[in-house]
């Protein structure tokens, strides 16, 4: 069905990047129903190799973070229907060339909000920013429980972004979101792939198997804490080991999940990342 567009448009301004309280705890992986293949978790198997990006000092920070340029940009609101009638709310930063779908994490209270902030950075930066509530969060209806099926959540907003114009499609992700972007980019011809704190999937079909995922040439960066729970660092490490160039992984210190990542004391890094990889594939 054909996405249905909320008459909803504002002007913004650039607004200065602030920090949101402190997450909830994350929640248990929800894995697939019983009559179907359960989540795939790979194998524990550690790199034999020290992953060669660890916290090294890979950008200049005062550079990346300066505002290129200060500009109005618009932000609309988008009604989106999936392939099983699940009406969902997105919004859009920027007109830019180059798309960057940016997918949240299932921690509790988790939504598109968590990424509003960098979406106004990027936008703010000529590219176009795209935020969504997955099913059941946020403004989305939908069952909150039924995160194997968000997939399809992601292929409404990617088959809206095409529908638009926009052919090149950048999606970064935290946790189920980034397990979300890389089945996606198994399924779509995206121009990169961010992966933060994510297992290989919420369940089958929004999963991805380890020979998809080295078959995958699209430019990655994965990113993970030292202690993130859930299996989170031993699988960003499998993921970044058995996957061809081009490729990256950073690991910083700490146990935070996800977006949480904003607001610790390596914000700065962290945000620096993710913009040098954008101006990367740009």
């Known amino acids: 069905m054909k996405p249905i567009i909320i008459i909803s448009s504002v002007v913004i301004f650039f607004v200065a990047a602030c920090s949101a309280g402190k997450s909830p705890p994350m929640e248990t992986p929800i894995s697939e129903p019983s009559t179907s293949t359960p989540t795939?978790?790979?194998?524990?198997?550690?790199?034999?190799?020290?992953?060669?990006?660890?916290?090294?000092?890979?950008?200049?920070?005062?550079?990346?973070?300066?505002?290129?340029?200060?500009?109005?940009?618009?932000?609309?609101?988008?009604?989106?229907?999936?392939?099983?009638?699940?009406?969902?709310?997105?919004?859009?930063?920027?007109?830019?060339?180059?798309?960057?779908?940016?997918?949240?994490?299932?921690?509790?209270g988790s939504n598109q909000r968590d990424w509003e902030t960098f979406a106004r950075m990027i936008a703010e930066r000529g590219y176009s920013a795209v935020t969504l509530d997955f099913r059941g969060r946020g403004q989305s209806k939908g069952d909150i429980n039924a995160t194997y099926y968000i997939i399809r959540d992601m292929r409404?907003?990617?088959?809206?972004?095409?529908?638009?114009?926009?052919?090149?499609?950048?999606c970064i992700g935290a946790s189920m979101g980034g397990s979300t972007c890389l089945r996606a980019a198994v399924e779509y011809n995206l121009e990169g792939v961010v992966v933060i704190g994510s297992l290989m999937g919420t369940g089958k079909p929004t999963t991805i198997t380890a020979d998809e995922l080295v078959a995958l040439t699209v430019p990655k960066l994965f990113i993970t804490t030292e202690k993130d729970g859930y299996n989170v660092p031993e699988t960003i490490k499998y993921m970044y080991k058995i996957s061809q160039e081009p490729k990256q992984i950073r690991v910083f210190p700490g146990d935070a999940h996800g977006t949480e990542m904003f607001k610790q004391s390596y914000e700065e890094e962290f945000t620096a990342e993710l913009l040098a990889f954008l101006e990367a594939v740009r």
């Open 156 to 170: 409404a907003l990617i088959d809206h972004l095409h529908e638009e114009g926009y052919d090149r499609i950048v």
């Open 40 to 108: 795939q978790h790979p194998a524990t198997e550690t790199p034999t190799t020290k992953p060669s990006a660890t916290l090294r000092p890979t950008v200049d920070l005062e550079l990346v973070l300066t505002p290129l340029i200060t500009v109005e940009y618009k932000v609309d609101y988008i009604g989106l229907k999936t392939s099983d009638d699940v009406l969902l709310i997105a919004k859009h930063f920027g007109t830019g060339e180059l798309a960057v779908i940016l997918a949240h994490q299932g921690t509790t």
